[in-house]
């Protein structure tokens, strides 16, 4: 079973691998497997993340890269990530309509991926998508998150090269990027340039980029600001020259940062991994439990308080976290 | 079902129809009742549809019509079946006429959804048939 659905996704079969992803995503019995024997096809595709604030235009910049890299004759995978409604659970994913004249395209996959939340597992379903469209033979995979929250910060990270993409007169929005992922960026494009204050927001950037640089510098890389009104697919063609050149600069990198680097990688990697697993077969553990419903209970009554609760059914049902609070 | 599972829905407007306020709307009531809606706009044919049905391995498709274009959800349909898709179940809503209503059905759209019809109404037959796959 495991071996004809691995043979398929190699040979491309989307279907396959679509329902794979579906499975990944819904958190399914049995997917793990098929991870593991996919991966060893895994590691030849380049990976760009775009990321940014809402309505900056990432998913019209994605349409277009996608297009340049088609004209080129490169097969894509994008991964569209959307946020799922607090509220309800539900989502809408709109990001394929910017993507429609690719929608008949045999060379490129297109996936619309809501957050869901809860455990954190975005990262880590949105890192096994990647591995399936790799192992499909995906040259390039770009994978599109609006730009707050951890979990995008931690998918900007596993990405080869990470754009940003900013608006001009938004200044308040660059403030919020800069508290985390304006870290992780190895590109700027300021999209939407025809309107005023691009330049501003192009010093704006410059400005901040010159607290970083110091380290991107030891890194052989100095992050460009680029200019662009990805709707009238201006400026595109450069980014992708970007991509190119950041890509080259990695690979002359010296053969013990490059080995630093993949060890950085596979660690955080590896941690995301443990951690989404052991939260959400701890949570599910506790949570089944019937001692939960008693203590949820006796919150409500007043008799015992969350605290009390989180110690006595941590402690009950993870023994070895008692250790750690007695010892 | 899994804590992490969703009822995933397409939504479309099919062919030459630029009628979007009801699709709109009614992918916003699929993602109020906790449901992932692709929404793919207007102006779909029914290749563009199916591709997309298959790339997000969705459990239903919505089409929203308004523009007296039935042979294009015939050729939807057909195209499913062709595909293998059969189990993708078709759900159509808008302006259809009784007697176009009754040809779509019998052509395998499962359910049509006629002007007036309540949220409720959608939602519930969406979960109810998710779940009869299952």
């Given at each position: 079973?495991v071996?004809?659905?691995?043979?398929?996704?190699?040979?491309?079969?989307?279907?396959?691998a679509?329902?794979?992803?579906?499975?990944?995503?819904?958190?399914?019995?049995?997917?793990?497997?098929i991870?593991?024997?996919?991966?060893?096809?895994?590691?030849?595709?380049?990976v760009?993340?775009?990321?940014?604030?809402?309505?900056?235009?990432?998913?019209?910049?994605?349409?277009?890269?996608?297009?340049?890299?088609?004209?080129?004759?490169?097969?894509?995978?994008?991964?569209?990530?959307?946020?799922?409604?607090?509220?309800?659970?539900?989502?809408?994913?709109?990001?394929?309509?910017?993507?429609?004249?690719?929608?008949?395209?045999?060379?490129?996959?297109i996936?619309?991926?809501a957050?869901?939340?809860q455990?954190?597992?975005?990262?880590?379903?949105?890192?096994?998508?990647?591995?399936?469209l790799?192992?499909?033979?995906?040259?390039?995979?770009?994978?599109?998150?609006?730009?707050?929250?951890?979990?995008?910060?931690?998918?900007?990270?596993?990405?080869?090269?990470?754009?940003?993409?900013?608006?001009?007169?938004?200044?308040?929005?660059?403030?919020?990027?800069?508290?985390?992922?304006?870290?992780?960026?190895?590109?700027?494009?300021?999209?939407?340039?025809?309107?005023p204050?691009?330049?501003?927001?192009r010093?704006?950037?410059?400005?901040?980029?010159?607290i970083?640089?110091?380290?991107?510098?030891?890194?052989?890389?100095?992050?460009?600001?680029?200019?662009?009104?990805?709707?009238?697919n201006?400026?595109?063609?450069?980014?992708?020259?970007?991509?190119?050149?950041h890509?080259?600069?990695?690979?002359?990198?010296?053969?013990?940062?490059?080995?630093?680097?993949k060890?950085a990688?596979?660690r955080?990697e590896?941690?995301?991994?443990?951690?989404?697993?052991?939260?959400?077969?701890?949570?599910n553990?506790?949570?089944?439990?019937?001692?939960?419903?008693?203590?949820?209970?006796?919150?409500?009554?007043g008799?015992?308080?969350p605290?009390?609760?989180?110690?006595?059914?941590?402690?009950?049902?993870?023994?070895f976290?008692?250790?750690?609070?007695t010892? | 079902?899994?804590?992490?599972q969703?009822?995933?829905?397409?939504i479309?407007?099919?062919?030459?129809?630029?009628?979007?306020?009801?699709?709109?709307?009614?992918?916003?009531?699929?993602?109020?009742?906790?449901?992932?809606?692709?929404?793919?706009?207007?102006?779909?044919t029914?290749?563009?549809?199916?591709?997309?049905?298959?790339q997000?391995?969705v459990?239903?498709?919505?089409i929203?019509s308004?523009?007296?274009?039935?042979e294009?959800?015939h050729l939807?349909?057909?195209?499913?079946?062709k595909?293998?898709?059969?189990?993708?179940?078709?759900?159509?809503?808008?302006a259809?006429?009784?007697?176009?209503?009754?040809?779509?059905?019998?052509?395998?759209?499962?359910?049509?959804?006629?002007?007036q019809?309540?949220?409720?109404?959608?939602?519930?037959?969406?979960?109810?048939t998710?779940?009869?796959?299952?």
């Amino acid at each position: 079973m495991v071996k004809s659905i691995v043979e398929k996704i190699v040979k491309g079969d989307v279907r396959v691998a679509a329902k794979l992803i579906r499975d990944i995503d819904d958190g399914v019995h049995g997917t793990r497997e098929i991870l593991k024997a996919l991966y060893r096809h895994t590691g030849n595709a380049y990976v760009i993340g775009i990321t940014g604030a809402p309505g900056v235009g990432k998913s019209t910049v994605v349409d277009q890269m996608v297009r340049g890299l088609r004209k080129n004759m490169k097969t894509v995978g994008v991964l569209a990530v959307d946020p799922t409604s607090s509220l309800s659970g539900g989502a809408i994913l709109g990001d394929r309509i910017r993507m429609q004249r690719h929608s008949l395209d045999d060379g490129v996959f297109i996936r619309s991926f809501a957050t869901r939340g809860q455990f954190g597992g975005l990262t880590q379903s949105t890192r096994s998508a990647i591995d399936v469209l790799d192992a499909m033979g995906k040259e390039y995979i770009i994978v599109e998150t609006v730009g707050v929250g951890q979990d995008e910060i931690d998918i900007a990270k596993s990405a080869h090269t990470t754009v940003i993409v900013v608006v001009p007169g938004m200044g308040d929005h660059i403030q919020a990027i800069k508290a985390g992922i304006f870290e992780v960026g190895d590109i700027f494009l300021i999209n939407k340039s025809d309107r005023p204050d691009a330049e501003k927001t192009r010093s704006d950037l410059q400005a901040m980029i010159e607290i970083t640089r110091k380290r991107f510098k030891k890194e052989g890389w100095e992050p460009p600001i680029l200019m662009a009104e990805a709707v009238n697919n201006k400026g595109i063609s450069e980014l992708l020259d970007e991509i190119e050149k950041h890509r080259k600069s990695r690979k002359a990198l010296s053969r013990e940062s490059i080995i630093r680097h993949k060890k950085a990688i596979a660690r955080s990697e590896l941690i995301d991994m443990i951690r989404s697993r052991l939260v959400e077969e701890a949570l599910n553990h506790i949570t089944n439990s019937p001692d939960f419903k008693k203590y949820l209970d006796c919150i409500i009554d007043g008799t015992k308080d969350p605290y009390s609760a989180c110690d006595e059914l941590l402690s009950a049902k993870l023994h070895f976290l008692e250790d750690e609070n007695t010892g | 079902m899994t804590d992490r599972q969703r009822i995933k829905v397409l939504i479309s407007v099919i062919g030459l129809d630029g009628h979007f306020t009801g699709a709109e709307l009614v992918s916003r009531i699929l993602m109020d009742a906790g449901m992932e809606v692709v929404y793919l706009g207007i102006y779909q044919t029914p290749e563009m549809i199916v591709n997309a049905a298959i790339q997000e391995s969705v459990d239903v498709i919505g089409i929203s019509s308004h523009a007296s274009n039935y042979e294009q959800i015939h050729l939807l349909i057909d195209l499913l079946k062709k595909n293998n898709m059969n189990d993708v179940p078709v759900i159509c809503g808008g302006a259809i006429p009784k007697q176009h209503a009754e040809v779509l059905i019998k052509k395998g759209v499962s359910k049509i959804f006629p002007p007036q019809s309540t949220s409720e109404s959608i939602v519930e037959y969406i979960v109810s048939t998710v779940k009869e796959k299952a």
